[in-house]
T-cell receptor, first 113, second 115 residues
Framework: AQSVTQLGSHVSVSEGALVLLRCNYS??????LFWYVQYPNQGLQLLLK??????LVKGINGFEAEFKKSETSFHLTKPSAHMSDAAEYFC???????????FGKGNQVVVIP | GAVVSQHPSWVICKSGTSVKIECRSL??????MFWYRQFPKQSLMLMAT?????????EQGVEKDKFLINHASLTLSTLTVTSAHPEDSSFYIC???????????FGSGTRLTVV
């Protein structure tokens, strides 16, 4: 069964600084990987996804993630944090891109002015 | 992209009563719907998968009789929390599998508070 590990539940970053959220996955088959953002009391919004095409994936709001098979990682980055980036971020994995998603525990990002 | 409408957004109910949460696919037919539960400051945990025309598949540890899931049509899936207790208070979110390049579609969630 697939699983996702996100370390560090709370991540503080200064406005304008690099945002780096780490995600490592476990999957018995080539995975489909996703990053989602969640604002309080709202559903999930897709930031980006990896579906076995380009290893460097660009998403919305300036985020991007790189799939590294050798490291079983899919870390999320953004060069310059904005106050509006304060939210909860979840990494998720799916076996075939159409089946159930397994979520990591999430990272609460706090942006310091 | 595909849209899933989830209602209500929030609900407060008394212990012992039942609450129904609806998820409707607005511009596509959803033969499958995933139901997740999220406790405060925690991740989403899959509760069950509903399939139109057949019984829902529940994850291990989820009480089938407490969380009744019905996939009545290709555009409607419902979750009914029966005989609710304060420990059932949580954020419930539905999700449909990818319909287009945008990927999985999530409802906006329902905040359930049982008093």
């Amino acid at each position: 069964a697939q699983s996702v590990t996100q370390l560090g539940s709370h991540v503080s970053v200064s406005e304008g600084a690099l945002v780096l959220l780490r995600c490592n996955y476990s999957s018995s088959v080539p995975p489909y990987l996703f990053w989602y953002v969640q604002y309080p009391n709202q559903g999930l919004q897709l930031l980006l996804k990896y579906t076995s095409a380009a290893t460097l994936v660009k998403g919305i709001n300036g985020f991007e993630a790189e799939f590294k098979k050798s490291e079983t990682s899919f870390h999320l980055t953004k060069p310059s944090a904005h106050m509006s980036d304060a939210a909860e971020y979840f990494c998720a994995v799916s076996e075939n891109g159409n089946n159930r998603l397994a979520f990591g525990k999430g990272n609460q990002v706090v942006v310091i002015p | 992209g595909a849209v899933v409408s989830q209602h209500p957004s929030w609900v407060i109910c008394k212990s012992g009563t039942s609450v129904k949460i609806e998820c409707r696919s607005l511009d596509f037919q959803a033969t499958t719907m995933f139901w997740y539960r999220q406790f405060p400051k925690q991740s989403l945990m899959l509760m069950a998968t509903s399939n139109e025309g057949s019984k829902a598949t529940y994850e291990q540890g989820v009480e089938k009789d407490k969380f009744l899931i019905n996939h009545a049509s290709l555009t409607l899936s419902t979750l009914t929390v029966t005989s609710a207790h304060p420990e059932d208070s949580s954020f419930y979110i539905c999700s449909a599998p990818p319909q287009d390049s945008y990927g999985y579609t999530f409802g906006s969630g329902t905040r359930l508070t049982v008093v």
